[in-house]
């Protein structure tokens, strides 16, 4: 159940209410905690849609093995094909090749007769054309169009208009000069000669040379190919990560109540109705448009670097690829998120001006406004969020004096001077190493909570109230 915060404001009477820092972290770690369990059921949802995802990537990647034997046979069978028809001297030995017969019977739609009656299949390209009582000739439309295409039943030698031999040269080429061997009528069309009526090869008459075409071979073997060939199935993939569309730790009503309020859904409909007006990054950069700029930098809490305009397109169109750019070697995590998330460097306003990425921004920013009104009612309390959040990513001393967050709570938490700053970091670290054991600090969920509530007592030992006992006394002693 909500608790009203009312209860733990100080002073009643007063028109400013100043709440406990102490007291209102707890508020926080209850909302939290209740909305833990709506965050459990989405991650063994998420945990049992992976479970299923691997069986069907499993089956997916069996097929496409499969695929893959059947593609390169494919493959296989168009080469032999081609090879066969310049090669072959008899129609016999083409038609009698059950590969090549079914490479041609499949890309004319006779796969069903292929596998169920080769021997009439054989007939009717074999068939007389001249013959009114040939298998082609007496038989479907379709199987005449297929006697006709390929016209294997015609005898003898093919010969041109002009009565000169058509004959085959050692490489394989077509002539009417004599020289070579002699080809068979049968096998003029699907070398691609021009036939006449009469079934003599044309001759262009400025040239006085065969004339040519692809021949049906040409098509035979695309068709065969295209319709054979299996296209790999894509694995699934999980669903991209980006943690907006998780369930937000503080939701609950007094945030719901906050984000509709008119300051926050302002800036925000600011953004989404003039963001599409900026056509490049120059004009984004200009000052004309710093409140869509600082829009952007605050729902990623960089409000305060807005006054830098320079600084901030230089970090946000550095090249990601590039381990040396400048927003990966920035500390601050925040800027390579931004980086990574606009991606200026490749698309330009692309990304910025999506209806998604203005959805994303709108999330960010009302989290983060939020996050920063508990602050300005409890003063140290957000630090403690962050803490909380992000000491597991540290890996090293030197990134919690780094850290402004880091460094304050580390530092109040501890009793450690402010003036430490003004020491060498080596110094610094170690003052710090001798009263916090990092490691040992990450690793224990405990540990981290106590030196956030370290962190809260010493905050609220100045802050002032109605009464001169510390609200963590009142409330939790």
Do not use: W
């Amino acid at each position: 159940m909500a608790i009203d915060l009312s209860v733990l404001i100080s002073g009643a009477s007063t028109t400013t209410s100043t709440m406990s820092p102490m007291a209102m972290y707890k508020k926080l770690q209850k909302v939290a905690e209740e909305n833990s369990g709506a965050s459990e059921v989405e991650q063994a949802k998420a945990k049992a849609d992976a479970a299923t995802r691997e069986i069907d990537n499993a089956a997916i990647r069996v097929r496409n093995k499969q695929y893959k034997l059947q593609n390169a046979q494919v493959q296989d069978d168009t080469f032999y094909y081609k090879n066969r028809v310049a090669t072959a001297t008899t129609v016999d030995e083409l038609i009698n090749d059950d590969r090549f017969l079914k490479v041609l019977a499949y890309a004319n739609g006779f796969e069903d007769m292929y596998n169920g009656d080769r021997q009439r299949l054989r007939d009717i390209l074999r068939s007389d054309m001249t013959d009114p009582n040939s298998v082609a000739r007496t038989g479907s439309v379709k199987e005449l169009e297929l006697a006709l295409k390929y016209n294997f039943g015609a005898s003898g030698d093919q010969y041109d208009v002009n009565g000169n031999l058509v004959t085959v040269t050692d490489d394989g080429k077509l002539t009417n000069t004599g020289e070579g061997t002699a080809l068979a009528a049968g096998l003029a069309k699907l070398r691609g000669l021009v036939i006449d009526p009469n079934g003599n090869a044309a001759i262009d008459p400025d040239t006085t040379k065969l004339v040519l075409t692809a021949g049906p071979s040409a098509s035979d073997t695309t068709i065969y190919s295209r319709s054979q060939t299996k296209a790999l199935l894509q694995e699934k993939t999980a669903p991209e990560e980006s943690g907006l569309n998780k369930v937000y730790e503080f939701d609950g009503a007094e945030f719901q109540r906050f984000r509709e309020r008119k300051d926050v859904q302002k800036e925000i409909e600011y953004f989404k109705e003039n963001i599409g007006s900026v056509e490049t990054v120059d004009e984004f950069f200009e000052s004309r448009n710093h409140r869509l700029l600082k829009f952007v930098l605050s729902a990623y809490d960089l409000e305060s670097e807005a006054q830098y305009p320079g600084k901030i397109r230089k970090i946000l169109e550095s090249d990601l690829t590039d381990i040396d750019s400048l927003a990966n070697r920035f500390k601050d995590p925040r800027f390579l998120q931004l980086t990574k998330d606009l991606n200026l460097n490749a698309t330009g306003m692309t990304r910025l001006k999506l209806a998604s990425t203005a959805e994303d921004l709108a999330t960010r920013y009302e989290r983060i406004a939020y996050e920063k009104n508990l602050d300005e009612q409890a003063p140290g309390v957000r630090a403690a969020i962050e803490f909380n959040r992000r000491i597991k990513d540290v890996t090293l001393t030197s990134q919690l004096l780094g850290d402004t967050v880091m460094r304050e709570v580390i530092t109040v938490a501890n009793n450690i001077p402010k003036e430490i700053a003004y020491q060498e970091v080596e110094s610094q670290v170690t003052a710090v190493e001798r009263k916090v054991d990092l490691n040992s600090l990450k690793s224990d969920q405990n540990e981290i909570e106590k030196m956030v509530m370290r962190y809260l007592t010493f905050k609220d030992g100045g802050f002032t109230g109605a009464s001169s006992k510390s609200y963590l006394t009142n409330l939790f002693g």
